[in-house]
């Protein structure tokens, strides 16, 4: 699992570094409770440093689906990352999927602040940000979206101040997309 781990923060750093050039997807078969466990393990001492717990909901059982595992994983960590930093201490952050029409549908919920109106038109545009003042760059939920584009995906979100905010991935089950090929 941390060689696993390593690997994903190396294509992390390559994909920020060199946006353009970005790794194609590489669909292989992938269980969603595995893919969960390594995001929470990764960013298990940055939650607990910050008061926060992660819950993990996969109710509706097993989900599978035929997709980049790693990017997959890049794409939950950014979306964390947000919720922990808009979180405050003592809160919860909700990792959820199900199964709805063919695609896993994945959530990442937070009780933060909320999304401020002004910039949700925005949100996934590059160097967008509500965290300037705290050395926010801009370019996580940006990431996400190209990320998820890359697996032929949607990702979406609702939020009102100072009741959090849901962001919600959207991936097909089937065969996943295979660029280049």
Avoid at 83 to 108: Q, Y
Wanted: charged letters at 25%.
């Amino acid at each position: 699992m941390m060689l696993d781990a390593s690997r994903s923060i190396q294509r992390t750093v390559r994909s920020l570094m060199d946006g353009a050039a970005r790794a194609r997807p590489v669909p292989a078969p992938t269980e969603l409770a595995g893919v969960f466990e390594r995001v929470e393990l990764l960013l298990r001492h940055r939650l607990a440093a910050a008061g926060l717990r992660l819950e993990i909901d996969l109710a509706s059982g097993p989900i599978a689906l035929r997709t980049d595992e790693g990017l997959l994983q890049q794409i939950l960590v950014n979306l964390l990352l947000n919720a922990a930093d808009a979180s405050p201490r003592g809160e919860a952050i909700t990792l959820r999927a199900r199964i709805e029409r063919e695609r896993a549908v994945i959530e990442v919920v937070d009780h933060g602040a909320g999304i401020p109106p002004e910039v949700r038109d925005r949100i996934f545009d590059p160097f967008v940000t509500t965290k300037a003042d705290r050395g926010g760059t801009g370019l996580g939920l940006a990431m996400v979206k190209s990320l998820v584009d890359d697996l032929e995906g949607s990702v979406s979100f609702e939020s009102a101040p100072g009741r959090g905010s849901r962001f919600v991935v959207a991936l097909s089950i089937g065969r996943a997309p295979e660029r280049g090929a």
